[in-house]
Nanobody, 119 residues
């Protein structure tokens, strides 16, 4: 059974920083594409950042220059360093892992961690 567990969320003032972690247990391949998404109340879930197994990254326009995604393949863990946080970054942040195991695709989600940025 695969589980993704996010941690590191909390309440922070605008301009502050948080570091989210997503630990994977079970059969998550190091070749997985790992992503962070977020969903604010009343909003659609949006992709925040992604990272390939080789370390190539991609970011949503609203977080470019402020957020950094990284991964530790040996620990099956992905991180999201969030700097210069803004109130509009307030959301539940979800971790995602997707890839192929043989001819079968997989797509796993964590339960999310709340990030609240006060003005």
């Amino acid at each position: 059974q695969v589980q993704l567990v996010e941690s590191g969320g909390g309440l922070v003032q605008a301009g502050g920083s948080l570091r989210l972690s997503c630990a994977a247990s079970g059969s998550i391949l190091s070749s997985s594409l790992r992503k962070w998404y977020r969903q604010a109340p009343g909003q659609q879930r949006e992709m925040v950042a992604s990272i390939t197994s080789g370390g190539s990254t991609n970011y949503g326009d609203s977080v470019k220059g402020r957020f950094t995604i990284s991964r530790d393949n040996a620990e099956n863990t992905v991180y999201l360093q969030m700097n210069n946080l803004k109130p509009e970054d307030t959301a539940v942040y979800y971790c995602n892992a997707a890839g192929w195991r043989g001819t079968n695709s997989y797509n796993y989600w964590g339960r999310g961690t709340q990030v609240t940025v006060s003005s």
